[in-house]
Nanobody
Framework: VQLQASGGGLVQTGGSLRLSCATS????????VGWFRQAPGKEREFVAA????????YYADSLKGRFTISRDNAKKSVYLQMNSLQPEDTAIYYC???????????????????????WGQGTQVTVSS
């Protein structure tokens, strides 16, 4: 499964961006998808995740209310709407796909990087102060 993340860019504090994660994988609806981010000098951290059918979502506690994950399986895409962006949101954002049959949260589940089998190349988000 090849994933293509896009939509990053430079935005001012308080602005919004919508990231996309696209694939040509025919059975994309069978894959849960997560977004992670990594800021310079920091470890990769979980942002949000969505089940294959879109019915279950998970968010990092610190991002709830500002970020929204969604998907359109007909378009083979997952989206991350980011609002009220802050300089600390500056990072490379990666999308990842999981072929796990069971979808659950927590660091041993959808919030953990090992849960994912395929990773996109990342898209840079920079929030200026």
């Amino acid at each position: 499964v090849q994933l293509q993340a896009s939509g990053g860019g430079l935005v001012q504090t308080g602005g919004s961006l919508r990231l996309s994660c696209a694939t040509s994988e025919r059975s994309f609806g069978l894959y849960g998808v997560g977004w992670f981010r990594q800021a310079p000098g920091k470890e990769r951290e979980f942002v949000a995740a969505i089940s294959g059918g879109g019915g279950t979502t998970y968010y990092a506690d610190s991002l709830k209310g500002r970020f929204t994950i969604s998907r359109d399986n007909a378009k083979k895409s997952v989206y991350l709407q980011m609002n009220s962006l802050q300089p600390e949101d500056t990072a490379i954002y990666y999308c990842a796909a999981s072929s796990q049959n069971t979808w659950y949260g927590g660091t041993v589940g959808a919030a953990g990087a090992p849960y994912y089998d395929y990773w996109g190349q990342g898209t840079q988000v920079t929030v200026s102060s």
